[in-house]
């Protein structure tokens, strides 16, 4: 897994760049907020398993055809499945949290899952408002935490919503 530094020093070494103002800037940034990363992948760490529930519960509320006949989290096969996902999203954006780079995720997470999804007819929009749910759950840790500075919690949640790219419930 790469991280902010590394790739910020590899795009800069692979144009035969010196490190400008805005790579600086960019490396204060992330080092400036490398405490309050690792205390909200603790947090989230601690907490996936209730993040995961509530979050999902949460969904269910607002989307309940989903658990109805047809929908697509009819069956415990299904529903374990989309619990299943929505703690890989959060796992994962923890790992994006802590690197201060979305690669992670392109890498491991979004690469073919939204041909995969439409393939086996999973609908999209609910999977884009779970992860949304579970962003505004963190940054409500992070907060009640005492954690400052939590602009940067935004970056993989909105990554992944942004890739998925669909929001028509």
Do not use: W
Request: with cysteine; glycine share 8%; charged share 25%.
């Amino acid at each position: 897994m790469r991280d902010l530094v590394t790739n910020l020093i590899r795009n800069y070494d692979s144009s035969g760049r010196y490190l400008d103002r805005d790579a600086i800037d960019s490396l204060k940034s992330y080092f400036e907020t490398g405490t309050a990363r690792v205390a909200v992948a603790t947090l989230i760490n601690g907490n996936a398993a209730s993040i995961v529930k509530q979050a999902s519960a949460q969904l269910y509320e607002e989307v309940p055809e989903l658990l109805r006949p047809g929908g697509n989290s009819y069956t415990t096969r299904r529903y374990a499945a989309c619990l299943r996902d929505l703690d890989y999203y959060l796992r994962y954006a923890s790992y994006a949290l802590v690197a201060g780079d979305t690669n992670v995720l392109d890498e491991r997470v979004l690469q073919g899952l939204r041909e995969t999804y439409n393939s086996l007819g999973v609908p999209i929009a609910p999977t884009v408002r779970g992860i949304e749910i579970m962003k505004d759950m963190v940054k409500a840790m992070a907060t009640e935490a005492g954690i400052g500075n939590i602009g940067f919690v935004d970056q993989p949640f909105d990554h992944m919503n942004r890739e998925f790219s669909e929001t028509d419930l």
